[in-house]
């Protein structure tokens, strides 16, 4: 069991997915870097100064006692995050693309397919035609 368990493990599918998800984390954070630090000050400029990271509906204030310290914590909608989510998706989106897109590209080009000879019924039609003859 040990040993299918390696071969398992050492396959090319399983160690390219294992890549695959180590970089996905890797680009991930630094789109969402991108985003946050880069493209939503920009948004937030174009957008009369908004930051959408502070943007909220708050359903329920917090309660601070008389001492200063809160008791009961906001709660709240935070819907700012959420686009910013959505724009983290559409970037990756859009990046995953033009990998792909650049992949194609590069990738090499299937060979053409041989081309098909006569069909059956071509064949006994040669052979019929010349048995006529």
């Known amino acids: 069991m040990l040993k299918e368990f ?5 396959t090319g599918n399983v ?5 695959a998800v180590i970089m996905a984390g890797a680009i991930g954070g630094v789109v969402k870097g991108f985003v946050n630090n880069m493209v939503m ?10 930051d959408f990271k502070d943007k909220k509906i ?3 204030e917090a309660v601070v006692d008389a001492a200063g310290k ?16 959505i ?17 194609n590209k590069v990738k090499k080009p299937e060979a053409p397919a041989a081309p ?8 006994l039609k040669e052979i019929r035609d010349a048995l006529k003859k």
Not at 87 to 103: P, Q, T, W
Not at 116 to 123: I, Y
């Open 116 to 123: 098909a000879g006569p069909s059956d019924n071509d064949l």
């Open 70 to 85: 809160i008791t009961s914590p906001e709660n709240a909608i935070t819907y700012g995050i959420w686009i910013n989510a």
């Open 58 to 60: 708050i359903l329920d």
């Open 87 to 103: 724009i983290n998706l559409l970037i990756v989106g859009f990046i995953m693309f033009l990998i792909v897109k650049a992949y």
């Open 41 to 50: 000050p920009i948004v937030g400029h174009f957008a009369g100064g908004v």
């Open 15 to 19: 160690v390219e997915f294992a890549v």
């Open 6 to 10: 390696k071969d398992f493990i050492m």
